[in-house]
DNA sequence: AACCTTATTTGTCCAGGACAAAAGGAGCTC
DNA sequence: GAGCTCCTTTTGTCCTGGACAAATAAGGTT
């Protein structure tokens, strides 16, 4: 069980935290924490315990919660609020005991049943129901038992690699189609790409025509993308740890830059909770109202 | 053909070449380059011009040049630097027609002749060949026309996501095999993910058992997976852009923390230069080796 | 050439000050 | 009570200039 040193300094708590240098000695001036030791050359370091904090505090300073609010609760508190906040629901019980033994599996790093397993579930559902009724289910779960602290990096990991690894092949199977043609892709702080694959795997099996650009585009690119290729949807996919607001300015952003005929599409739970819409961009709440906004674009615009 | 704004802030600059911050500003101080202006409230405002002697500042030094020597020379003479330490030439003249020829489809947004073109050569040269003869080459070929300045962000995230998604239907269509297990994955910092398709799609290819975690594993966590799950060879995979002496220093300190029963495999091209090699570590040059290193490892355990 | 020692170069850290953008609240009107 | 404006507090990012250790180069000796 080789952990990593026990104290780490500064440039390292920004990496794992994402809290750039800056903000972590503003908060130890302003509030007295972080209160890291020093080494021998009076340089920050900091305890594993409180890293943890911090990368909790992160997360929440990313769901709107204010520093000044949290910096005193306990670790287990912060953990509650949480799960409290992000909790979800798996409404149906068929799809959660199935998702549960996935889960399993992959906690137990059972890879080649995990293949096996997710692999017979998409020959069983098809592609769409098995994205809408065991992928999306699953990032739910795995994002919570994630919160919980209850599986690591690479079992996160792991799935991501499984689950992408049978989208991209469905995907590729189904050779490409007729209007709309989408374009999607990310922002450049979003590496999550399975919302991405997700919502592809939904259009290509309507027979949509997609081009995916993966994760993390500049806003800038999108655009120039978007007007070379003659596309009709520009589709952005947003997980739960993308900043909110800073989805809603990029968006009001690439909403300006576009041309007015191009629809602009964002889905994912980041931008799910926002209440406030924004003129010209259609917020898809479920995975499955991408189907249904499928459908409404073909009928606006039947020539 | 709306670009961002002409001049941006010192966050962006960091964000776009990687530079910190405190050294962005400590060779302002030390050197007079970059000479950035300054906005109504005394904040550094970088022009486009100086982001981009920037941005190949960075790639040299992380190449090993020193910036005190590269600062004062001009874009062009930068530019033709990186070109000559980079620039690889395709040694059999069939496979680099064929790749200028896809690459020009990449060039002029082609998507869906592109996701044809590069089927059908994969259905024609069979998995092996295609990632040994055009895969690696068509990476090359990127790769420059990337430093010259040829082709964009939206060209190049396309090409991958286009190969993505042949190689992982490729993988995932042989099922998993026998002996040697392979954990495949790349160090934190390192995003680029086709290496480590390319290595996964040869390795299954012949018969072996791979497990991949994806790219932006921390050291201490491929050292547990690889413990938890009875593998024979991690594998990591660096890409041009790596800077070489941090692959250096993680591989040291993960071979360091493996057991000596488990192989640690390493290849790409920030690696493929070094010469100093590392106690317990294979060096692969060249994404061939892949294949001879697997016969290597099979004859000397063979049971 | 191989090795040790000394100089130089370079990146990262620190403190503490400043200020703008964002969020919260207070008071007002309809 | 919803919507509005104006004011206050909170918060993050940027600034300067100093310090020093780690990495690299250079010089000297065997």
């Known amino acids: 069980m080789s952990k990593g040193p026990t104290k780490i300094g500064i440039a390292a708590v920004e990496r794992e935290t994402g809290l750039p240098k800056d903000t972590l000695r503003m908060w130890e001036r302003r509030y007295g924490f972080p209160q890291p030791e020093r080494d021998e050359h009076d340089e920050r370091l900091y305890p594993a315990d409180q890293v943890e904090k911090l990368r909790l505090l992160k997360r929440l300073v990313d ?7 949290l910096i005193e609760a306990s ?11 992000q909790a ?69 990991h792991l799935y991501t ?21 989408v374009l999607l892709t990310t922002f450049p702080d ?13 259009l290509v099996s309507e027979g949509a025509s997609c081009v995916s650009l993966g994760t993390q585009m500049p806003i800038a690119n999108i655009d120039s993308a978007a007007r070379a290729g003659d596309f009709d949807i520009v589709a ?55 189907l249904s906004a499928l459908e409404a674009w073909r009928n606006a615009n039947a020539a």
Chains 1, 2 share one sequence.
Not at 171 to 181: H, L, T
């Open 63 to 69: 769901q709107g919660m204010r520093p000044g609010k």
């Open 161 to 181: 690699e499984q689950v992408q690894n049978l989208l991209r092949s469905a995907i590729n199977a189904q050779g490409g189609g007729q209007r709309p043609r």
């Open 236 to 290: 952005l996919s947003f997980s739960a740890a993308f900043p909110g607001r800073q989805a809603v300015d990029g968006l009001t952003q690439l909403r300006a830059a576009l041309p007015d005929g191009v629809a602009l599409w964002a889905g994912g739970r980041a931008i799910a909770g926002r209440r406030d819409a924004i003129p010209g961009v259609s917020i898809i709440t479920d995975i499955r109202e991408t």
């Open 75 to 85: 670790i287990e508190t912060l953990g509650e609020m949480l799960q409290a906040r």
């Open 190 to 202: 979003e590496l999550h790409v399975l919302g991405l694959l997700m919502a592809e795997a939904l």
């Open 88 to 156: 979800q629901t798996i409404d149906c019980p068929d799809a959660a005991s199935r998702c549960n033994s996935i889960v399993e599996l992959l906690r137990l790093h059972r890879s080649e049943e995990l293949r096996r397993t997710l692999q017979q579930t998409l020959l069983k559902q098809g592609l769409q129901a098995f994205v809408v009724e065991t992928v999306a289910p699953l990032n739910t779960l795995i994002g919570n038992a994630w919160l919980r602290g209850e599986i690591q990096v690479p079992e996160e």
